[in-house]
């Protein structure tokens, strides 16, 4: 009866070692711009420099006047155009667009080559409106970026490729185009990469920090990649799960050895 009372007591304290080897969870704070104390008050400015165009950019241009018919020349003709990237043809016709080739150039109609790599759109618009007025009175350019994408990833609730229609966009509009970050998301630490010049650069955003609004990445451009990293929470659960089936395994096999010596130790005595 002792001996039995032994295997017992030794298969509790192993699974009494087994749970405490559990690490217990910290506290995680989910809030954002945690410095803004004072009920209301002015956030610090940043400075949206417009997205500068790089080659394999898209563009849509049109040039018009009082009299179109003057400056139908310097437009291409309209089609059955599918945007880059798209194969199906679309039902109305438009414009055509322009893809910024390697040197960063584009071939408008009459106009000829056209260098727009490093400049906004109202930049290229104001070039092509200063070009047109030499034959056209009063022109009117008008310049889209068509091909403005973002990627959201990591710790967030839906991680994907964000296709954006308008050149204003923040790191705070492509999380919440992702459904914001996941409660294991580091809000002090997201990562924003991006290409300039044809490097690669990164740069860190404390999102419980109001000083996010004065950053140079305070506004995305054009296939910025917003990484939200794990939180220590995540982190810890991820090396526990890897480490699970592991640990249970020589638990279940020390309790089985135990309980085999156990047994013989009761055999013996008994005879």
Do not use: W
Not at 99 to 108: F, T
Request: aromatic fraction near 6%; hydrophobic fraction near 40%; glycine fraction near 4%.
């Amino acid at each position: 009866m002792k001996l039995k009372k032994l295997n017992n007591l030794i298969i509790l304290a192993i699974t009494i070692i087994a749970l405490t080897g559990c690490k217990t969870v910290t506290e995680n704070n989910l809030s954002y711009f945690r410095n803004l104390q004072a009920p209301s008050g002015e956030l610090p400015q940043g400075t949206n420099v417009g997205i500068k165009i790089a080659p394999e950019d898209e563009l849509a241009i049109v040039v018009t006047s009082t009299v179109p018919e003057a400056t139908a020349m310097f437009n291409q003709p309209q089609a059955n155009y599918a945007t880059k990237g798209d194969i199906n043809t679309q039902p109305t016709p438009r414009l055509q667009t322009y893809i910024v080739d390697r040197q960063g150039n584009i071939i408008m109609p009459v106009l000829g080559k056209i260098n727009v790599a490093g400049k906004t759109t109202s930049e290229i618009a104001q070039m092509i409106t200063t070009r047109v007025e030499a034959s056209v009175k009063d022109p009117f350019v008008r310049v889209e970026l068509m091909g403005f994408n973002v990627n959201v990833m990591g710790e967030v609730h839906n991680p994907h490729r964000i296709h954006v229609n308008t050149e204003r966009f923040t790191v705070l509009d492509a999380l919440s185009a992702a459904g914001d970050l996941t409660e294991y998301g580091e809000r002090s630490n997201v990562l924003v990469i991006r290409d300039e010049n044809g490097r690669q650069t990164y740069h860190r955003l404390n999102l419980s920090q109001s000083d996010i609004f004065s950053s140079p990445y305070f506004y995305l451009q054009q296939n910025d990649v917003v990484y939200v990293e794990p939180n220590q929470i995540r982190i810890d659960n991820s090396k526990y799960n890897q480490n699970n089936a592991y640990k249970l395994s020589v638990i279940s096999t020390v309790v089985s050895a135990a309980s085999v010596i156990a047994s013989l130790v009761i055999a013996l005595t008994v005879k």
